[in-house]
């Protein structure tokens, strides 16, 4: 099956940019998927990218695939203390069941 | 549009007791999920359903059943609970490709 790995913590200064990476093995995955928790609440889907893209871009966001390495990256412009939270890539099928890593857990520092 | 609905949010049980664990979606979604969360191993799936009257297991399975008799409803229900299924479980439904939907979570301690 498929193994998601990302670094556990990162610490960023408030109006810096933040990158959060992340590697899987199975690239059969057609969506790969940012997720955001903050305490004590359920899961917030940040953004997704098909696997046929390199790219996408969500105002603050944006989202590099690079399928020759199976690596995953999302990158925050402008980081908000409010962005503090944990972080989750995961991968998966069009309605199908999703691999989740282990989560990186993201400080904002004012 | 309430969205993933899930109680209760905090539960204690004691080893071997039996509960269930409700999830509702108002979103007309095929296909819903458990998953719980423990510290440092992010989520892993229990149990699955593409569709009223089908489910499947997931990754971690052993201890819990789940029933999918309406598209809405996607009840977990732990047999006899042990301490080893403390943990914050999410229930999530989707459609096509646009993610889950996930619900706020019920945090379960078992003493």
């Known amino acids: 099956g498929e193994d998601v790995e990302q670094s556990l913590f990162l610490s960023v200064r408030e109006g810096d940019s933040s990158v959060i990476n992340c590697t899987y093995t199975?690239?059969?995955?057609?969506?790969l998927y940012w997720y955001k928790q903050e305490p004590g609440a359920g899961l917030q889907l940040l953004t997704y990218i098909f696997s046929n893209m390199d790219m996408k871009q969500d105002q603050r966001l944006t989202v590099l695939l690079n399928k020759k390495d199976k690596h995953l990256s999302l990158r925050i412009a402008d980081t908000q203390t409010g962005d503090s939270a944990i972080y989750f890539c995961a991968g998966g099928n069009a309605g199908n069941m999703l691999t989740f890593g282990g989560g990186t857990r993201l400080m904002v520092k004012p | 549009n309430a969205g993933v609905t899930q109680t209760p949010k905090f539960q204690v049980l004691k080893t071997g007791q039996s509960m269930t664990l409700q999830c509702a979606q108002d979103m007309n979604h095929e296909y819903m999920s458990w998953y719980r969360q423990d510290p440092g191993m992010g989520l892993r799936l229990i149990h699955y359903?593409?569709?009223?009257?089908?489910?499947d297991q997931g990754e971690v399975p052993n201890g819990y059943n789940v029933s999918r008799s309406t598209t809405e409803d996607f009840p977990l229900r732990l047999l006899s609970a042990a301490p080893s299924q403390t943990s914050v479980y999410f229930c999530?439904?989707?459609?096509?490709?646009?993610?889950?939907?996930f619900g706020s979570g019920t945090r379960l301690t078992v003493v």
């Open positions: 359903s593409v569709g009223a009257g089908i489910t």
């Open positions: 199975d690239s059969s995955s057609t969506y």
């Open positions: 999530a439904s989707s459609k096509t490709e646009y993610g889950y939907t």
